[in-house]
Structure formats: structure tokens, C-alpha cells
């Protein structure tokens, strides 16, 4: 079948308004909000579950690669299709089905938007609690593909768990359901293994996610340090003190001050850096954490610990963390956010290695980043109009990873694998581990139509990539 | 080959992969009342690796053991060729007090688990029945949760890695050692609950919680059900957040020598001004608080329910239900008619604000009860499982095991999980029989 005749197919399924394939339309879809490009030869705008399982049986017979899109706001080229390949848009998917607030839960389409769904419940005094920085924007459906997380994680856990069930079309054309209302089921937890699977086993259309009690009482906290040093101890110091805050944010010196000049959340414009802590539950427990947190912070050097005295001011210090992308754009043509994970007592070597890198490869590297579970977030300043700038900026990207993985972490925390780190799947997990792996994607996705050359290595990849017995540090490491 | 010489080869090739004092003849652990033709108790994962091998080879089947506290669950399997030890996996692969995790070889214990971390005032969330004999490998296969699965979640939520060797014999790893991680599939999750029939889990990762500082035991005791949930929904409307939320039924408080009531057990955790809170918001329902060696001893006997009953009522139906929250109350109100139609004694303790109950019944006094009462019960059971819920029948007594399926019905699509088996254990070596395949 041409790409002509399988956009008419399209056509026939979802609706002549429901599909684009001119070169300027088909633009639009060539990206995420990571660095990689690659045009689709068709988008298609399914409204119903069956049409996404007849625009699956028509790419099958076809033979044509398909993937799931949301909003286009993931770090990992996840959304990106292969080229020439069939864009499922799920802007058209966009209703909260349910609210069930008897059973806590909510029933989805995929296109929902994240904070969307929080501001539809909030008067019911429920929330949704995964809260990537692009919730504005970011859709349900896609933070189930990449079990997305967000400064709130630390306490509350990333997608995964939150989400009960969920409606799957698998590449077959059959749907399915994994899971439903209930928080545990006896049986494989399928819900489980496909949340997170990056749109390589099936494409979800219906999800069921809990909704989440708001807190009586949460206090904000910005404690302002000298250096990035200083500040990473805290963090294991906050730890080590028995507390878990609800959010535990670092910022160095150079992000804040990029963030104030764009937003003036209130940010301190001389410090070398800062941490944002939220504390939530009851209140006399809020008020006891949020004590100790000051003191914590002052025994680690901190200049001063501000909190904020109303919700506009904790609204502000929130708006400078989730804008903080926006804010790069105005000081640098191109920029690329990494995700590596570390243990938590490695923080402070992680970033004294992310200093030694930016001076290596001579790029700007800002620091904004989850602390409280050793979620680092890189941001590699490039332009990427001048090729050895960006060819710097993969080698120091993939240098942090390396070392994160050296140290006993990961190289996602909540971005996903996408395209871009796939190469690195390798240095972290064994060739039999993602054999285990890539058979249970064959199982559902045979043929490898469903978002291909993602989250795995190529075989040629695993023999170029250094493996772990030849690598004396991971090694050394146990990994 | 005849059946000795099949036999006899057996022995010598388990024990020429873990030695020979590692492979019992005729052990003493049977499964369902099956008795296996023998146990090996391997010393590493490439051990494992070597005895799933041969037994792909020879069509064996293998039953994964930790501390068989669970093994009195699941349908009957038709033979046991392998029963297969996890006890001798007990390395420690890291262990940081500052980063919150641990990661040791599936043969530890709960309690040892729990003690390591204590030292250093860290909490593992797992409750386990029986403890000092439940395994690290064993809690995760079975995907066993108690209490504290209402404030901490449950395995799913605090395993971040494993490693295992599959049913045909790789040997492979998911997730890691940090407590966030997206790469790869989430291979904890395969694993968790699936009763061992998919690979052997020879290690894993966890998240620790800082060990509460003082924790108090708050117990109202309701004349009816109806009045024990108003509670449960006035708890889940406040702002308060236990640790735990568990409902005993009155014949459940007999056995766990509380009153003998309905009674909902809320656990807190906090200084002094936060459990005066709890006090204040809870109020004069409240008719005693529980604290210390007694309150750790209660929760204790909570996990060990199941275990208890057994000893207590040896011809019982025990069965476990998962469903969604406004569902338990309606359910509990059901299985009460059919314990009354079969002349069954009813108990029932549960996370009643997960979704989460176990029910046990036995004949009443003098009550005339036949394998039939039992028969029944278990599918009355079964036919009033409401939407999204999924059951087990954990036991029942041995000459109705043939005419119960261990399994209700599931709100996964069956066909799916039978992908994940395909791919895993093809040639069905793990277990075969006892689960869904």
C-alpha cells in the first residue's frame, strides 16, 4: 500500500478533517521537546477506541510503523515517529470519562492533560498527583508511555503508581483491558509492565489513574546556600534526619539567576544555590517537618530559609521551577536536558563531575533538578546551528549518564529512553537483560511496528557499546 | 529410560551443579500434599541458571521455595519434580543507610530484612506472615501485602530492582538500585504476583522509609459493619493519614484476642501534638489505644491471620479479595449470606481503604457441613465478585481442592498474561499447574 492510499484508509477511519500529510502540516509532528527530528508520512486524529484499533490493523497490513503521540512535550524523542511512518495524534482523545470519587479514581482518555485533570477534581478536593514541570501541557496518555514523574514523586512515586488500569489497542488491532478500579489484582500485573513501556507494547485508550486526597497543610520552603556543595549535603542530610518531603528541588546559581531575569519568582540572584522543599500532610506534622527542615538546613551552611507566607508566594517560587525551560530559551538557541539518577549520598560528587564535564567540553551545564531522590537534570546549553556544538553536547551528555550509571544509578528517572539513550541501554543492563526485554515486546509487537528503534539497542549497538564486564569502574561497582 | 534411571540421574546432576549436600532425596516439605522427588538448594544464580536448564531439557517441573509460609495457596499441582530452595541466595548487594536502600539475595528473611535496616532506624514496609521464616524471594513471587500496605503501598510500589533467571533459563535484571528509574521495561512489576511462574527471583532492590519515631494503635469497636465503614469513610475524608487501616470483623477479633467487635485499627505515626490530633479528630469512638511491644504484637498477628485460622480451624475456606473501595462494604455484607447458607462461621479482616479483604470461613458449632458447603461457598464467593475485583481461594480443605479453582475471575486480559508466560517459560517448567497456566 502507497502512503497515499494509506492516508484515504486513514481518511475512511477517522474522518477527512482527520488527517494530515502535506510536508507543512506534517512539520509540526517531526519533533519533541527533546533535539532529534524525524517527518512522519501521515497524522492521524482518532476520536474513538475503535478507530485507533482500525487505524492499527490498517498500518499492520501495510506493514507501516506507528507511533502514539500526546502533546510532544517529552525529553526523549519517545513521540517521534520513524520516518515516513503513521503519527497517532491523541488531541481528539481528550475526555475525562469518569470521576468516581467513591473509589478515588478517575477514568481518562489518553489526550487528557495532566494538570487538567487536577483543576476538573480540585473542588471535590482530589488531586492528580504526577506533576511533570510540563503538566500545563503534557498528556495522561504520555505520561503512562514514559511513567513520567515531577518534583512530587519523591514522596508520592512516579506514574506507575498511580494508574489502576488501563484500555490498551495492541498492534494487532485487539483491545484489551489490564487492570480497572481495584489498587491490586491477582494475576500478571500487566498494567504494571505497560505503564512505562514507551509505546512499544500497545497503545493505551483508556486509563485509570487514583485521584489523591489534597493535604490539609503545605509549607514551602527556599533554603539559600552559598554553594552547590553545601546544598547537596542537605539533601542527605534532610534524609538522614528522618524527614520526607513531599518535593526536595535544586537549583544552582547560574539556573536561578537565568529563571529570575525571566519570571522574578523571588529567587536570591547571588547565591550558589538554592532548594526548594515542600512539606504536606497534617498540619501539626507539616509544622514539625518544616521546623526541623530550617534547622537541617542552617547546620549545613544555609545563608537564610524563607517559606513561603501565602499561596501566591508559594505559587511564585513554584512558577520559577516549572518555567525554568522557558527561561533557557532566552539565553541559549538550543538546549539539551539530561536525566540520569543517583543515589542519594552521591549527589554532591555527581555534580562536582557535571562541573568537570562543562569545563571539558566547554558548554554552559545549569543544574535544576529532583535532589530529594537523586534525579539529576543536566542542562547542556548549545546552539545548534554549529554542528561540534552539538556533537559536544551529546559527548557530555552521554559522559554525565556514564557516570551516573558508574556510581550504581540510572540513566532515566522519569523522561523515558525514547531515541536518544538507547545506545546506553546497553552500558546499563546486560545483552540477556534486554533479550528478557525485547521477547516481551515481541510478544505483543512482533513485526516492531510500535514505535521502533526506541528504548532498545540495536544489536550493532550492544557490540559497540563498551558492556559492563570490560569496564573497570562498573566493574568495580557490581553493575 | 526407565523411572529409577530418570530419577537416579536427576540426583546426580543436581548435586554435580550444587553439590551434594545441597540436594535432598524425599524431602520433608510437600506441596498441596504432593510430594516432591526432590529439593536443591542452589548457591547461586548461575546454579539456578544450570538446573533450569536441565530441567527445559528433561520436561521437569520446578517449584520455587523460600520459607513455604505460602505454599498452601494455589490449585493442586499434578507432580513436583524440583522443589527449588532460594535459602542460600543471602548475599547483600549494597546497602546505604544515607540513600534509603537495600538490595539482598532473595533467601533473606523478612525479619532479618527488617532487623539490618532497624539498626539503622530505617523501615522496611514489607509485612510478612510469619516472618522469621517468609523470604525476601517468596514475599515478592507471592506478591504478599498486610497492613501496612494502606500507608506505605504495597511491593509494587517499594521494590526498584530484581534480578531472576527465567523459566528457560536467562538470567536477567530489571530496574536498579535508586529509588527512581524509568529505563527499561519494569520488569519488578512481571515478576511481582506471579506466583513464581514466570523466572526465580534470586535478588532485589527496596526502598526504605525512615522508622517512625512513635507510632499508637487507635481501636473503635462498632456494633455493626455498617457503622465500622461510616467510620472508614469519615477516616478517609479527614486530613488524617494512618499507617494503617484494618478491619476485624467480631469472629477475626476472637481469633486476634481483640474484643470480639467490629473493629477498625488505625495506626499513627507522629510526635506527641500529631497523635493528640489523631485523638481530637477521631474522638470518643475510639475505645482503647494500643502502644509498644503489645501494638507491634497486634500488627504481627494481623499478617499472620491466615496462619492462626489455619491452626485454629483446620477445614476452613480462606480466600483473599481485591476490589475497588466502595465495593468491600457490599461484598462483606454478601459473603454473610453465603456463610449463613452453608452453615459457615464468617471472618474477615482487610485494608478496607486499599481494597482489600480476607475471609475465612469454617463450619459453625454442630453445624452439619459437607464438601459440598464448601464447594459452594467458594463459588457463591466467586459469583458475587463485583466488576475490576479479582479473588483466590488461598485454601480449603484437601478433598475439595479438585472441585475449587484456586483462581476467580481477573480483570487482565487472560490471553495477554499468556503472552508473558509464553515468552518467559515456554515449556511451562515453573509451577506448572498451580496458577493461571
Known sequence: MSLPQVAEHLRKIAGRDAVLDRPEDLMLYEYDAGIRKSTPGAVVFPQTTEQVSQIMRVASSAQMPVVARGAGTGLSGGAISKEGGIVIAFSRMSRILEVDVANQRAVVQPGVVNLQLSEHVSHLGLYFAPDPSSQKACTIGGNVAENSGGPHTLMYGVTVNHVTGVEVVLPSGEIVHFGGKAAESYGYDMTGFFVGSEGTVGIATAITVKLLRKPEKVATLLAIFESVDDAGQTVSAITAAGITPAALEMLDGWTLRTIEAYCHAGYPLDAGAVLLIELDGLREAVEEQAEAVREVCLQQKAREVRRAKTEEERALLWKGRKTAFGALGRVSPSYYTQDGVVPRSKIAATLQHIGDVSKKYDLIIGNIFHAGDGNMHPLILFDIRFADQLERALAASKDILEYCIAVGGSITGEHGVGMEKRDLMAVLFTEQDLDVMTSLRNAFNRENLLNPEKLFPTPRMCREILGPAQNPVLAQEGM | ?437
Open chain 2, 1 to 437: 529410560m526407565s523411572a529409577t534411571a530418570t530419577a537416579s540421574r536427576l540426583v546426580s546432576e543436581l548435586r554435580a551443579i550444587c553439590g551434594v549436600g545441597h540436594v535432598a532425596e524425599a524431602p520433608t516439605e510437600n506441596i498441596l500434599g504432593v510430594a516432591p522427588s526432590l529439593a536443591a538448594t542452589p548457591g547461586s544464580p548461575d546454579e539456578i541458571v544450570a538446573i533450569l536448564r536441565f530441567a527445559n531439557e528433561h520436561g521437569l517441573s520446578v517449584v520455587p521455595a523460600g520459607g513455604c509460609t505460602q505454599q498452601y495457596t494455589g490449585n493442586l499441582p499434578p507432580r513436583v519434580d524440583v522443589l527449588l530452595y532460594t535459602s542460600r541466595l543471602t548475599e547483600v548487594e549494597h546497602y546505604d543507610a544515607g540513600d534509603l536502600t537495600i538490595g539482598v539475595g532473595a533467601g533473606w528473611t523478612i525479619a532479618q530484612l527488617s532487623a539490618k535496616v532497624a539498626e539503622d532506624r530505617l523501615f522496611f514496609a514489607g509485612d510478612a506472615a510469619l516472618p522469621g521464616r517468609s523470604t525476601v524471594g517468596g514475599l515478592l513471587a507471592t506478591g504478599f501485602y498486610g497492613p501496612h500496605r494502606h500507608g506505605y503501598g504495597g511491593p509494587r510500589d517499594y521494590c526498584i530492582g530484581v534480578r531472576f533467571v527465567t523459566g528457560d533459563a536467562r538470567k536477567a535484571k530489571g530496574g536498579g538500585r535508586v529509588v527512581k528509574n524509568v529505563a527499561g521495561y519494569d520488569m519488578m512489576k512481571v515478576l511481582i504476583g506471579s506466583q513464581g511462574t514466570l523466572g526465580i527471583i534470586t535478588s532485589a532492590s527496596f526502598k526504605l522509609f525512615p522508622a517512625p519515631r512513635q507510632t499508637r494503635t487507635f481501636v473503635s469497636d462498632f456494633a455493626s459493619a455498617e457503622e465500622a465503614f461510616a467510620f472508614r469513610n469519615r477516616v478517609l475524608h479527614s486530613p488524617l493519614d494512618p499507617i494503617c487501616l484494618e478491619l476485624v470483623s467480631p469472629e477475626a477479633g476472637a481469633l486476634l484476642e481483640t474484643r470480639g467487635a467490629w473493629s477498625i485499627l488505625l495506626r499513627a505515626a507522629g510526635s506527641d501534638a500529631v497523635l493528640a490530633r489523631y485523638r481530637a479528630e477521631l474522638g470518643a469512638v475510639v475505645s482503647r489505644e494500643i502502644e509498644g511491644q503489645n501494638e507491634n504484637d497486634l500488627w504481627q498477628a494481623v499478617s499472620d491471620f491466615s496462619h492462626t485460622l489455619l491452626e485454629m480451624h483446620p477445614p476452613s475456606l480462606l480466600i483473599s479479595m481485591t476490589l475497588p473501595l466502595a465495593d468491600v462494604q457490599p461484598v462483606l455484607d454478601g459473603l454473610a449470606l453465603v456463610a449463613h447458607s452453608n452453615d459457615f462461621t464468617l471472618a474477615a479482616v482487610g485494608r478496607v481503604a486499599v481494597g482489600h479483604l480476607l475471609i475465612a470461613m469454617w463450619p459453625a458449632p454442630n453445624a452439619d457441613v459437607t464438601l459440598v458447603n464448601f464447594v459452594n461457598a467458594a463459588s457463591g464467593l466467586r459469583n458475587r465478585l463485583p466488576r475490576d475485583a479479582s479473588m483466590a481461594v488461598l485454601h480449603c480443605p484437601p478433598e475439595s481442592r479438585h472441585h475449587v479453582t484456586a483462581w476467580g475471575p481477573m480483570p487482565t486480559d487472560l490471553e495477554s498474561m499468556r503472552k508473558v508466560k509464553m515468552t518467559l517459560d515456554p515449556k511451562d517448567i515453573l509451577n506448572p499447574g498451580r496458577f493461571l497456566f
